[in-house]
């Protein structure tokens, strides 16, 4: 103080005019006046330091004190005036001082008198008023925080948050700072659900807090976090909430798609439905079965296996499983198809076509006891007189080999020094079993009367039976293949083609004699219950075939169908190399009209088809039709180049075969 009192009176200027005693008592005057000046600078600035360090270290008690003790003061002090009006957070924290005092500076056209009277107005539960104030305020000081602030919660105590919202945002904007405008847009932010907005505003605030020990801002901080806890606790309820509300609207939605329709259009609003919902069984469940209506069967196969273990309705549990086994059946699963219609049959599964489609694959599997159990369940469901037989059949299956070795002895099947059982010895003993129970015991009584040793009498438990001989079966056998010539013949089959048939397994159906095979009389005996048991020598065994390959040889047996219809006829590889030889032809004559010789790519090779029909193929065709059949005859022979004979015995030109100089030859050079 005594520095600045000295160069004050270096710098008071001295009159010119005056002696050097009125000079001196001037700078006395003038240093006192300062000296009162400085000291009551100093005492303002330091009111307001203390005040605001009372408020930034969160201590809004001792403000309030303050602000009570030197209302006088701090009426006067515009500045003191605002902190004092920022401590004030309730309606009886308000100082007596500050009404009279922001009414005085509003009359000035102050902003802070205005933002004083907006929140004695807020306080006093006068909105309106309040509103009207804050608007005032801004319009006088655009820049002034508190107007804003003051505006927010006016309007959040009116219940109008989306405008508080407004006013907080451009509070934040105007000084980032600022405790409570980070505080209050957070609460905000909160009220409207914006749990992400919400913990950004708090973090915020959370950063402007002093990093000191004083309580009070100890307690904010730990306010702040225990909001930040709660919000993602709140936020997950939330999304929760919202995600049932959505699966609510959407199984509604959905449920307005129930009866016939687009699938396609089902398909995607279960999937959408599921995605809020993955862990409901039935859902999943109606979901699988729309994949499996459009084709989508892999999709389907992993739907219901999720859905399964959460169905507890017996005949949704039921029909998932039957619907797995389809799918699974259509992507050439069937281990998997078994264990769905296992859990079916365990259920109570009362279907019959599911039943006996599990009957099969167990009796495919060689499971012939498990196969026995079901069949013998379906039989109880519904009787009728093909399971029997097969009941029958499956109890022939469950013998022993030794067991199967003494009835074939008995029979004169086999010697009767053999010690082990063959797989062609099961695979007659099968045959012979299955001709008794089509009654060729009967057949080869009635119709060989006299013949010796056609059936033996065996004592079976206490009444002697018959059983077929190896003689009488073969008498029996005879007869049969005859009889399955002529109905494979009916079947539009040419003779030749009938003894290239073959079972669905790829076994010959005939013998080279003319003989139903074992494997052929089954599938003879199915073909006549009106199965297709058969495969001619264009289609392909489907017997442990990929999806893919299956796919394929449908696509070849349509193409090779079409043909067929069309006047054609197949033939080996082999069948048309010799063709090309004996014709001289090349590949690219025989394949382009008139030959018109088609060909079809299969997976495995190539097939050769050629028109033989009277009325649909060209005569070049039914000429060159010929060729194979002199070759299936047996003539295989290439002719050979002669010269022709020209009349009275002259020597003509060479002999042309069917083609010359590679085009087919009509006798001119």
Request: charged fraction near 30%.
């Amino acid at each position: 103080m005594r520095n600045l009192l000295q160069r004050q009176k270096r710098e008071i200027p001295v009159s010119e005019g005056r002696n050097p005693a009125e000079n001196e008592k001037v700078r006395k005057a003038l240093c006192l006046l300062f000296l009162l000046t400085a000291g009551g600078l100093s005492a303002q600035t330091g009111d307001k330091d203390r005040l605001l360090s009372l408020l930034s270290s969160g201590d809004r008690g001792s403000a309030l004190v303050f602000c009570s003790e030197n209302g006088a003061k701090a009426g006067a002090d515009l500045a003191l005036l605002k902190l004092c009006l920022e401590a004030a957070e309730e309606k009886k924290e308000l100082p007596e001082f500050l009404p009279p005092a922001c009414e005085k500076l509003a009359q000035n056209g102050e902003a802070a008198g205005f933002a004083c009277l907006c929140k004695i107005h807020r306080l006093r539960g006068h909105n309106d008023i309040a509103l009207a104030n804050c608007r005032k305020a801004i319009a006088a000081d655009p820049l002034y925080q508190l107007s804003y602030l003051e505006a927010a919660k006016t309007f959040s105590a009116a219940g109008r948050t989306d405008k508080a919202l407004e006013y907080l945002n451009t509070a934040v904007g105007i000084s980032s700072e600022n405790y409570k405008a980070h505080y209050l847009l957070g609460e905000a932010r909160e009220r409207t659900g914006n749990y992400d907005g919400a913990a950004s505003s708090y973090e915020k605030a959370l950063k402007t807090l002093k990093p000191d020990s004083s309580p009070a801002n100890l307690k904010k901080a730990g306010l702040i976090k225990k909001k930040l806890s709660g919000l993602k606790n709140r936020k997950r309820s939330a999304l929760a909430r919202e995600k049932k509300n959505k699966a609510a609207r959407c199984r509604s939605e959905y449920s307005s798609l129930a009866g016939p329709g687009d699938v396609g259009k089902k398909y995607r609003k279960a999937s959408e439905c599921l995605s809020y919902s993955p862990s409901d069984p039935e859902l999943a469940a109606e979901l699988a079965g729309l994949a499996l209506d459009l084709g989508k069967y892999e999709e389907s196969e992993a739907g219901y296996k999720k859905a399964l273990p959460g169905l507890k309705n017996r005949e949704k549990k039921l029909e998932a499983a039957h619907n797995l086994a389809k799918a699974c059946l259509r992507l050439n699963k069937t281990p998997e198809a078994e264990k769905a219609l296992a859990m079916a049959y365990a259920a109570g599964d009362r279907e019959p076509g599911y039943l006996k489609t599990y009957a099969e694959i167990l009796e495919d599997s060689r499971n012939y006891d498990k196969a026995l159990e079901v069949r013998t369940y379906l039989n109880g469901i519904k009787p009728e007189r093909e399971s029997l037989e097969i009941i029958e059949t499956l109890k022939d299956k469950k013998m022993t080999s030794q067991e199967i070795l003494e009835d074939l002895q008995r029979r004169g099947a086999v010697n009767s020094g053999k010690k082990a059982l063959e797989p062609q010895d099961k695979t007659l003993f099968l045959a012979i079993r299955l001709a008794e129970r089509k009654g060729a015991l009967e057949q080869v009584r009635n119709k060989y009367q006299g013949y010796a040793n056609l059936y033996v009498e065996v004592l079976e438990g206490k009444e002697f039976g018959r059983k077929l001989t190896l003689q009488g079966y073969k008498f029996y056998l005879r007869d049969l293949s005859q009889a399955a010539v002529r109905f494979f013949e009916k079947k539009a089959i040419r003779l030749t083609e009938v003894f290239k048939l073959r079972t669905l397994y790829g076994e010959p159906i005939f013998t080279p004699k003319g003989e139903l095979t074992d494997e052929g009389i089954q599938a003879y005996f199915k073909a006549l219950n009106g199965e297709k048991s058969w495969l001619m020598t264009y289609e392909e065994a489907i017997a442990g075939r990929s999806r893919e390959a299956e796919e394929e040889a449908e696509s070849v047996n349509e193409a090779v169908k079409g043909l067929l219809m069309a006047g054609y006829m197949e033939m080996s590889e082999g069948e048309y190399d010799w063709l090309m030889l004996a014709t001289d032809c090349p590949d690219y004559v025989l394949k382009a009209s008139p030959c018109n010789i088609k060909t079809v790519k299969s997976r495995e090779r190539l097939r050769y088809f050629i028109c033989n029909q009277e009325g649909l193929c060209t005569g070049t065709a039914i000429k060159l039709s010929l060729y194979i059949s002199k070759y299936r005859d047996g003539n295989t022979d290439i002719p050979k180049e002669k010269r022709a004979t020209a009349f009275f015995g002259a020597g003509g030109g060479p002999a042309r075969k069917f083609c010359y100089k590679n085009r087919i030859w009509n006798g001119e050079e």
